[in-house]
């Protein structure tokens, strides 16, 4: 459970972790049922329950990385943002400010701080927090220097460095994405394509020549669940390999 509940704070999710729970069953028995009324047998769609239920489990980790990722994503901005206004003599918080409204994800978390600043709470703790409800070492590690250069007052230039060291990351990490398009295209187009109509062939074949035993119901299954999910996991698989920078 405590390693739930920190997931759920991590991927942001207001959420306890019974409510979490109880909300994974009933979606994972929803799914079972669904599946037997489109004709599964009982254990397959019992099988297909546990599956959701491990699926909606794993969630929160899922969430917090992409997070952690869209965060990162513009992460070199907000710091080059906040760097080059503390240099030209603008007060901390109105440049902590201007830099949020850069990052969509980081936007709520540095308002949050802003506010606590407000009620007599230091910058520099509410940023060492933002750091930590993030599942990322790089907005940890930029927190705490946002949060050295507010106490010490000191050049921004290691804030610039790191900035510069996450756009190199990102470069490069386009680069191997490129290089990697088009055997996911191949892919793509076997599964949501090439393999739904060999089977198609296969069906049509066995059930005159071969006298396979196939039931209507298990067609059905294969060409409107099998094949859709197998569609949506490569889909999933080819977004989740982008690099968070291009998912803009």
């Known amino acids: 459970m405590e390693s739930i509940q920190r ?10 972790e019974k409510e979490f729970i109880y909300g994974i069953t009933a979606v994972s028995a929803a799914t079972g049922i669904l599946f037997a009324v489109l004709g599964a047998s009982g254990a397959t769609a019992i099988a297909i329950a546990i599956v959701t239920g491990a699926i909606g489990i794993y969630a ?9 990722e869209r965060a990162e994503a513009d992460l070199p901005y907000v710091l080059r943002s906040l760097a080059s206004e503390v240099e ?12 949020a409204r850069i990052s969509q994800t980081l936007r709520k978390d540095f308002r949050r701080v802003l506010e606590m600043y407000k009620k007599g709470i230091p910058l520099d703790n509410g940023l060492k ?7 990322s070492e790089n907005i940890k590690r930029a927190m705490l220097h946002v949060a050295l250069l507010y106490q010490s007052g000191a050049e921004a230039a290691p804030i610039k460095k790191m900035a510069d060291e996450l756009l190199a990351i990102q470069k490069a990490e386009s ?5 990697e398009l088009a055997m ?7 599964v949501a394509a090439l393999v739904p109509a060999l089977f198609a062939m ?3 074949i066995g059930s005159t020549i071969l006298e396979m035993d196939l039931t209507p119901g298990t067609i059905k299954m294969i060409m409107l669940g099998a094949f859709p999910v197998a569609t949506g996991l490569a889909l999933a698989y080819m977004y989740a390999r982008l690099p968070a920078y291009m998912r803009r």
């Not at 030209?88 to 830099?99: E, H, Q, S």
């Open 7 to 16: 997931y759920l704070i991590l991927s942001g999710l207001n959420w306890t």
């Open 60 to 68: 929160p980790v899922l969430m917090a990385r992409v997070r952690a």
């Open 88 to 99: 030209a003599g603008i007060p901390f918080d109105i440049a902590l400010k201007d830099a």
């Open 129 to 135: 927090a933002v750091g930590e409800s993030y599942a």
């Open 175 to 179: 680069k191997k994405f490129s290089s």
């Open 184 to 190: 996911f295209t191949l892919v793509f187009v076997a």
């Open 202 to 204: 296969y069906v049509m």
